[in-house]
């Protein structure tokens, strides 16, 4: 007889992920381009979208 493997898998933690997008323009060329990043916290998200010469 075959056993059910439902009791032996280990439960998985999920976390609250975000697909965070935000458009770059180059300095070169002058065209935009989409950064994407899978983030989990909103503090990091903050970080995310502040623009590179406030950091």
Do not use: W
Request: aromatic share 10%; proline share 0%.
């Amino acid at each position: 007889m075959s056993k059910k493997g439902g009791d032996n898998q280990k439960k998985k933690i999920s976390k609250k992920m975000t697909l965070a997008i935000r458009i770059v323009k180059s300095k070169k060329t002058g065209c935009y381009t989409f950064e994407n990043k899978m983030i989990y916290s909103d503090e990091k998200i903050n970080i995310f979208f502040k623009k590179s010469n406030e950091l």
